[in-house]
């Protein structure tokens, strides 16, 4: 910023191209004007920022699960970039100038197309119990039987307990059952499943958002 105390600029206010003349308590001044380019680069970069620390802090809390889940998602990728890279395009949406988590879309898990075509989800007695149905024609096709289920039931509250089971019951088991208690009777988590190789081959399905409880 240069001021002038004497000079020519002292009964001149205005812009002239990319200089500001001004006035303050009678000492004119010059300065150059701001770059609006870069005042919005930086608000989208401060809302980018918001976003990636919101998924971050997400994950940072279910790291077993997203590191079995995403392991085969891109190969020149580690486990837990794949899974910020995926949940930021289909996860995480803007709403009234805030980013939040779309709960159906987030996944824990990307590869084969999950084989489950029905299921039902219990709370009783300290406990959660999922079975499901499959579709026999895939599991076929990709030899699935051997698979495992991963579980992760996600408190909407990052401060509550996260509940789950990264190596649970065999796909053919059609069953399993994880411990669950809510901290309080408001709490709401959401419920995924989705299924990991069991021969070292570390491959998953995608999966799945079964609702919330």
């Not at 000492?27 to 989208?44: A, C």
């Not at 994880?178 to 959401?190: G, N, Q, R």
Request: aromatic share 12%; glycine share 6%.
């Amino acid at each position: 910023m240069a001021t002038a105390k004497n000079g020519k600029v002292q009964s001149f206010t205005g812009m002239v191209g990319n200089l500001v003349y001004c006035n303050w308590k009678g000492i004119p001044y010059v300065r150059s004007r701001p770059d609006v380019r870069n005042l919005k680069r930086s608000r989208l970069q401060v809302k980018a920022n918001s976003k990636f620390k919101k998924l971050q802090l997400m994950l940072s809390q279910i790291l077993p699960y997203i590191r079995q889940g995403f392991k085969n998602f891109n190969k020149e990728w580690t486990s837990h970039n794949s899974a910020m890279s995926y949940n930021l395009k289909h996860a995480i949406v803007e709403k009234d100038s805030n980013f939040e988590i779309d709960w159906s879309n987030f996944s824990i898990s990307r590869g084969i197309e999950n084989p489950i075509i029905g299921y039902t989800l219990i709370v009783s007695k300290g406990k959660m119990i999922i079975d499901w149905q499959l579709n026999i024609d895939h599991v076929e096709k990709q030899n699935l039987w051997k698979y495992r289920c991963m579980i992760l039931a996600y408190p909407e509250n990052p401060e509550n307990q996260v509940f789950g089971v990264v190596n649970g019951s065999l796909l053919d088991e059609l069953k399993h059952s994880i411990h669950f208690i809510k901290p309080t009777e408001t709490a709401v988590y959401h419920v995924y499943i989705a299924f990991l190789s069991n021969d070292g081959s570390s491959k998953s399905t995608n999966s799945i958002y079964l609702g919330k409880v």
